[in-house]
């Protein structure tokens, strides 16, 4: 059988780099424009990042701490105002928003809030704070679930009481999340939803505090719900 002759294109690469170099002495302007920006943009990040956020973060550390002290006291108005000399976390979230603890006033701001019944403001500021934090996430986000229950919204405060439950499962946050929204349940008349969340805190929970007592709340959902 006659062997079969394919036909392959060529490649000059001589050819191939002379027309690369005309191509790179043509747009040489360009080129070097479009570097120069893409130096300048990543230089500017590092030292947004490095120099302007990190001078800020200290800025914001100093000022936080006199109002995290108030908000210990449970002084509210002067934790989230100021007292005439150090400023407050309201301040704080306007000046120093893109630091971390700018971020953390948006946690402390919501609750204060909360805690002075101004639910939906109180709703506001936590869903500003990034709770990506494995441990104020998962309590602002039940701090929503909280809000919620008190504005009579008891479906969405299920939903974040089961996602604070759910944000980081340890021993300690998740039983209080799961009973909460347990017992939203049966506010609602959900008796058997209740049942099956007091039961998880029982079957994973049982050596928490909330685990420890958890079988008078299921005998009471199953007596009401007539399980």
């Known amino acids: 059988m006659a062997q079969e002759i394919i036909d392959e294109p060529i490649v000059d690469v001589e050819q191939a780099f002379s027309k690369t170099e005309m191509y790179i002495e043509q747009n040489k302007k ?3 424009i ?7 943009l ?3 990040y590092f030292t947004y990042k490095y120099w302007y956020v990190a001078g800020e973060e200290t ?12 908000f210990g006291k449970d002084s509210l108005n002067k934790a989230m105002n100021g007292d ?7 301040q704080i979230v306007d000046d120093y928003s893109i630091t971390p603890s700018g971020n953390l006033a948006e946690y402390y701001l919501g609750i204060c809030y909360l805690k002075k019944g101004q639910f939906a ?3 506001t500021h936590l869903q500003e704070f990034d709770g990506s934090d494995q441990i104020v996430g998962p309590q602002a986000t039940g701090a929503i679930g909280d809000a919620n229950m008190e504005l009579g919204k008891t479906d969405e405060a299920i939903t974040y009481y089961l996602k604070a439950a759910e944000q ?10 799961l009973k909460k929204a347990a017992m939203a349940n049966e506010d609602k008349g959900n008796y058997v939803d209740a049942v099956k969340l007091y039961e998880r805190i029982k079957n994973e929970f049982a050596e928490t505090t909330d685990g420890k007592d958890i079988e008078k709340y299921i005998s009471r959902a199953k007596a009401l719900g007539k399980i």
């Open 59 to 70: 800025k914001a550390r100093t000022e936080m701490f006199k109002a995290e002290d108030y």
């Open 84 to 90: 005439g000399a150090a400023v407050g976390f309201i």
């Open 42 to 44: 990543v230089g500017g």
């Open 168 to 177: 980081n499962v340890n021993n300690f946050s998740t039983p209080i999340f």
């Open 121 to 123: 403001d109180a709703i």
């Open 34 to 40: 479009i570097a120069f920006v893409i130096v300048a």
């Open 30 to 32: 360009s080129l070097m």
